[in-house]
């Protein structure tokens, strides 16, 4: 690519940044475009799982570069499939936008670790258009406690690294490897270095909890992500960092496969995102 480009590519990216608040995601992650249509991240070993680097890291790493490819229209759906297990080293992201029409973008973005491809998502954009009356929200009548209201738990950080960086916060519902019958969990969630509200921080929060099924077990499985999908369902007004009440809830596990629905809403109870996973259940029996 031409020095010039390359600048103004830079440049650009930079405002972007600052527009919209990001640079605590920036940070986290070594955020940055490396050529045309191509840019680079790395995930550290404070941000891994069970045995690599944080499934919701790399959705909102798609998220986050297809949103600044086309910074003139919002995200509206992500849809990442894992093709290989992530491991240390630097994640190349190549984005492909294709136009659909007047005003939806997508964004094919391939993910890959020493020429090896480990993920790739397709990323829905479109422009938003004004509210009015006869729009449909989803407000939540269920009242839970408020997050300053709720003990925080934490997730072993030296059995999943990434727990260290949350401030989680369980309302109700049943505790991971607890034996319930309740294959649910609800808790508020932020990360401990404060990171603007968009749809790239929202997916990184859909997959903080542990998988759904975890409540009904005594001890951990190995459960891993194939394919995660979520959906923008209102407009993010205010970017301001906020606690995200995220409730995970497992619709089925039997054959060896496992999936979750998520709803994330915020502290009026408004619903800003759904996501469905579906995974893998490695060593499943029968309890």
Known sequence: MPTELREATHYDFL???????????????????????????????????????HGGVIAALAGHVAAAAVPDRSVRALDLRFLGRPADGELVLTLLEKKIG???????????????????????????????????????ADVVARPEDCEPFMIPPEIVPMGGHLDLRPTDGALPLTGSEDAWMRAWISTRTPMSMDFAYLALLADCLPPGVFPTLSAPLAVPTVAFSMHAAAALDDPSPAPVLVHTRNVSTSGGWSVDDTTLRDESGRLLATARQSRRVLGWHAR
């Open 15 to 53: 405002g972007f940044v600052k527009q919209l608040g990001r640079q605590a995601l920036v940070d986290e992650f070594s955020v940055k475009p490396i050529g045309e249509g191509t840019w680079s991240a790395d995930i550290d070993r404070s941000w891994w799982g069970w045995s690599g680097p």
């Open 102 to 140: 007047g005003s939806t973008r997508i964004v094919d973005v391939g993910i890959t670790q020493g020429g090896r491809d480990v993920a790739a998502a397709t990323v829905t954009l479109g422009r938003e258009g004004p509210a009015s009356p006869a729009d449909i929200v989803d407000v939540s």
